[in-house]
């Protein structure tokens, strides 16, 4: 059967507990916090997301096949650099991110005030434009391990447009 379907989705989530002394970085920008994430690389929660979205759609498995959390060739990434390879696999592969969409479920600190800064960077490492990329901030009204500001859970949808 050929494949001729313009376009292919694709979701990701992807969550991390939170501890001090760690630096928190959300969606490719630094958030002024006293804790961060507990991870392997930078621990950007929204970018694994993200990464695990656009490898579904193109059906290459996940970030943890990929970028594997025992391989020391990835302790400490910038996360951004995860991204930018796998957008290269989108592209290798014949396909753009058309849009992408993610939500951020975190109880504190607050990120609204970041959102602008994340979809300009994600889009500039993905190489279009900010009005392709949605950024979403939201609590879980106290609930649950993000309630109990434990970590942070984030989803993301990624349409991926054939360059063809």
Known sequence: ???NIPFRVGNGFDVHAVAEGLPMWLG???IDSPVGFVAHSDGDVAIHALCDAILGALALGDIGKHFPDNDPAWKGIDSKQLLARVAEMAR???WEVANADI???LQA???GPYVPQMRTTLASVLGISPDRVSVKATTTERLGFVGRAEGCAVW??????SQA
Do not use: Q
């Open 28 to 30: 490719g920008v630094r």
């Open 103 to 105: 939500t951020i479920a």
């Open 109 to 111: 600190p607050k990120i």
């Open 1 to 3: 059967m050929a494949n």
């Open 156 to 161: 993301a949808t990624a349409l991926l447009a």
């Open 92 to 94: 290798s592969e014949g």
